[in-house]
């Protein structure tokens, strides 16, 4: 069955510090793997994918099939970075239908 | 474009009542699907779509039915509300894996609490 593990409910960082989000899956197949991002009191939106390989708003994310890791990486959090992260895979066979992890939520303190 | 809208934002329902949630999309994606949010528990999937008169199970499809008649609407029902129904409802559409990969677009979501 097909899982996603983000071990840390919540992280605090200090602000300008580095950031990682932890994110593990379990998966048969060849993973396509996704981090959504949901700022408070808006909805829920895609932060980046794995197959496009880009970095949006200063995040990273690499996929690593020997550690079945998608971890989210940041050199320097920004107080805007603040909000809960989804990392999510999608299933195979259509239907984009995703399995999300529980969250982390992101706190970044000045 | 509005994107992926919901209504209501927020409902009270007594146990045994029926309600339906209302999605509709406007960017004529192929996909829908809705989610509900819990703590500690992330998204799961309820139903979802892979195009008009189409419809299937998720991961926790009990006590809710779906369909789908046009490309834009994707409705959610509740036949008799449970307590354990009270959650935050989240509806998604994407284009499909032909026409730019699987970016699910989500609606502000549905706040349900179950008395």
Same mark, same amino acid.
């Given at each position: 069955?097909? !899982? +996603?593990?983000?071990?840390?409910?919540?992280?605090?960082? &200090?602000?300008?510090?580095?950031?990682?989000l932890?994110?593990?899956?379990?998966y048969?197949?060849?993973?396509e793997?996704?981090?959504y +991002?949901? /700022?408070? !009191?808006?909805?829920?939106?895609?932060?980046? !994918?794995?197959?496009? !390989?880009?970095?949006?708003?200063?995040?990273?994310?690499?996929?690593?099939?020997?550690?079945?890791? &998608?971890?989210?990486?940041?050199?320097?959090?920004?107080e805007?970075?603040?909000?809960? /992260? /989804?990392?999510?895979l999608?299933?195979?066979?259509?239907?984009?239908?995703?399995t999300f992890?529980?969250?982390?939520q992101?706190?970044v303190e000045? | 474009?509005? *994107?992926?809208?919901?209504?209501p934002?927020?409902?009270?329902l007594?146990?045994g009542?029926?309600m339906t949630?209302?999605?509709a999309?406007?960017?004529?994606?192929?996909?829908? %699907?809705? =989610?509900?949010?819990? #703590?500690?528990? *992330?998204l799961?999937?309820i139903? =979802?779509?892979?195009?008009?008169?189409?419809?299937?199970?998720?991961? $926790?499809?009990? *006590?809710?039915? $779906?369909?789908?008649?046009?490309?834009?609407?994707? #409705?959610?029902?509740?036949?008799?509300?449970? #307590? %354990?129904?009270?959650?935050?409802?989240?509806?998604a559409?994407? #284009?499909?894996t032909?026409? *730019?990969?699987?970016t699910?677009?989500?609606?502000?979501?549905?706040?349900?609490?179950?008395?």
């Open positions: 069955a097909q !899982r +996603v593990t983000q071990p840390e409910k919540l992280l605090s960082v &200090f602000k300008g510090a580095p950031v990682e932890k994110c593990n899956y379990s048969s197949g060849s993973p793997l996704f981090w +991002v949901q /700022y408070s !009191r808006q909805r829920l939106q895609l932060l980046l !994918r794995h197959i496009s !390989r880009e970095s949006i708003k200063g995040f990273t994310a690499d996929l690593n099939k020997g550690e079945t890791s &998608f971890h989210l990486k940041k050199p320097f959090a920004q805007e970075d603040s909000a809960m /992260y /989804y990392c999510a999608s299933h195979t066979g259509g239907g984009n239908k995703l992890g529980t969250g982390t992101l706190k000045l | 474009n509005a *994107g992926v809208t919901q209504t934002k927020f409902q009270v007594k146990t009542q029926s949630l209302q999605c999309q406007d960017m004529n994606h192929e996909y829908m %699907s809705w =989610y509900r949010q819990d #703590p500690g528990m *992330g799961r999937l139903h =979802y779509s892979v195009g008009a008169g189409i419809t299937d199970q998720g991961e $926790v499809p009990n *006590g809710y039915n $779906v369909s789908r008649s046009t490309t834009e609407d994707f #409705p959610l029902r509740l036949l008799s509300a449970a #307590p %354990s129904q009270t959650s935050v409802y989240f509806c559409s994407s #284009p499909g032909s026409d *730019g990969g699987e699910q677009y989500f609606g502000p979501g549905t706040r349900l609490l179950v008395l």
